[in-house]
């Protein structure tokens, strides 16, 4: 069984979705919304496996809701609008489905339900990613999901490969950009480069400590994060 939740601001584009999952027994409709900011709180309150979402919707459109979900669904596009089917595809939705549509069409995107959902989840980060603004949110990989969590929860950023790893708390989240790539996707005004392999950040800094001719950082967490000399004119800046 996959739980299903419809978000649209036109009711007869729920009526159409809820009579065409009559024929899907396995597919179990839990909830239904008619605006972006209620999609957000009720996806992530429900978890759904399976979200059917128009785009242009008050509050938010689906495209911003995508970026607030702790966890990624699979997602169907639904809307009357086509200008928007190139970027639909660009986050790997499971399908677009353009207004009006026919139950064939329906079924169709129904099969495709068995897609790839880490393409989702890497090109959604690239939304959250890609804002104007620094994020306040990212998009991680933890435990074979998909889950949102605030920056400001970060306590440093590890370079591993052209992955970065997060190190939250005690926990330590999977990222799929690289380090120079969240060195610049980063608020400069909270996290300083003080490594080629290490971001920190300095609302998480417990103490510095003299190592040789640099230092080391002592986390919050208490993990301890290496200052190379290459760095160091970085670290000397924020010193009184």
Not at 29 to 49: H, M, Q, T, W, Y
Not at 51 to 59: K, N, S, T, Y
Not at 146 to 157: G, H, M, N, R, S
Request: no cysteine.
């Amino acid at each position: 069984m996959k739980k299903v939740l419809i978000a649209d601001d036109e009711n007869s584009g729920r009526k159409l979705i809820k009579e065409y999952l009559e024929d899907f027994p396995n597919l179990v409709l839990i909830a239904e919304v008619n605006n972006g900011v209620d999609a957000i709180s009720e996806i992530n309150r429900f978890k759904p496996d399976l979200v059917f979402l128009d785009i242009q919707m008050p509050g938010k459109t689906g495209f911003e809701v995508l970026t607030y979900l702790e966890e990624l669904p699979d997602i169907i596009f639904s809307t009357a609008y086509d200008e928007y089917a190139l970027k639909a595809f660009e986050v790997h939705a499971v399908d677009y489905l353009l207004k009006p549509y026919t139950k064939e069409r329906f079924k169709s995107a129904i099969e495709r339900l068995n897609g790839d959902n880490q393409k989702l989840g890497n090109l959604t980060e690239s939304l959250i990613m890609d804002k104007t603004e620094y994020p306040s949110r990212v998009l991680v990989n933890k435990s074979k999901k998909l889950i949102t969590i605030a920056v400001d929860e970060i306590q440093w950023v590890e370079a591993y490969g052209d992955y970065s790893k997060l190190h939250v708390g005690q926990d330590i989240l999977l990222s799929n950009f690289g380090i120079s790539d969240l060195e610049q996707k980063l608020s400069p005004q909270k996290f300083l480069r003080v490594h080629r392999s290490s971001i920190i950040n300095l609302d998480k800094v417990k103490e510095l400590n003299k190592y040789g001719k640099s230092y080391d950082v002592t986390m919050l967490n208490e993990e301890v994060v290496r200052v190379s000399r290459g760095y160091m004119e970085a670290i000397k800046k924020i010193m009184l």
